[in-house]
């Protein structure tokens, strides 16, 4: 079925690295821009980062710049977050989701579909 | 940048209310205003796009409504599936977005 399943996330200690992965299936992966957005405990959604279908293009919120990169493997229907230099503010349940232009508009777009998340966090 | 502001932060209703949430951008954002609802412990699900759209397979009970930086969301008699967070999105300044910070309907 139409479903991302993210994986990776656990305890790590700050000033260390991760990656997650989010597999993708049922839908034809390599055609859409993918996003990660995070949530800290108890608080609201925080967009992180976005690739391009073709892995192209790539940009990051400024609290992750630098220190996260986004990628995917289309042959593997999977997008990936490498999160280096963690810190104790990065500590959330990250998300992937599919991102969709409803419009030729440049501005038209939603997610509209998420995985169920996968908790990261960084404590010593 | 650009930040979005919900208010109220939280709200108290019942089974059968009239609910309205607004969302306001700090700069015009045209009509690039998404809604989501996200229940504990579940991933954010799309309700409304471009301001006023419904997304397939959400009930008619959701509207939204609004342009340039105020927008609302009303959900026309509330469900008890409906007690949630829910979140407005612009993505006027794509490839980056923003959320609000999130609106509690509580019973």
């Known amino acids: 079925q139409v479903q991302l399943v993210e994986s990776g996330g656990g305890v790590v200690q700050p000033g260390r690295s991760l990656r997650l992965s989010c597999a993708a299936s049922g839908f034809t992966f390599s055609s859409y821009g993918m996003h990660w957005v995070r949530q800290a405990p108890g608080k609201g959604l925080e967009w992180v980062a976005v690739i391009s279908y073709d892995g192209s293009n790539k940009y990051y919120a400024d609290s992750v710049k630098g220190r996260f990169t986004i990628s995917r493997d289309n042959s593997k229907n999977t997008l990936y977050l490498q999160m280096n230099s963690l810190r104790a503010e990065d500590t959330a349940v990250y998300y992937c989701a599919k991102g969709v232009r409803y419009s030729s508009s440049w501005y038209a777009w939603y997610f509209d579909l998420w995985g169920r998340g996968t908790l990261v966090t960084v404590s010593s | 940048d650009i930040q979005m502001t919900q208010s109220p932060s939280s709200l108290s209703a019942s089974v059968g209310d009239r609910v309205t949430i607004t969302c306001q951008a700090s700069?015009?954002?045209?009509?690039?205003l998404n809604w989501y609802q996200q229940k504990p412990g579940k991933a954010p699900k799309l309700l409304i796009y471009a301001a006023s759209s419904l997304q397939s397979g959400v009930p008619s009970r959701f509207s939204g409504s609004g342009s340039g930086t105020d927008f609302t969301l009303t959900i026309s008699s509330l469900q008890p599936e409906d007690f949630a967070t829910y979140y407005c999105?612009?993505?006027?300044?794509?490839?980056?977005?923003?959320f609000g910070p999130g609106t509690k309907v509580v019973i």
């Open positions: 999105q612009q993505s006027y300044s794509t490839p980056l977005f923003t």
């Open positions: 700069q015009s954002i045209n009509t690039y």
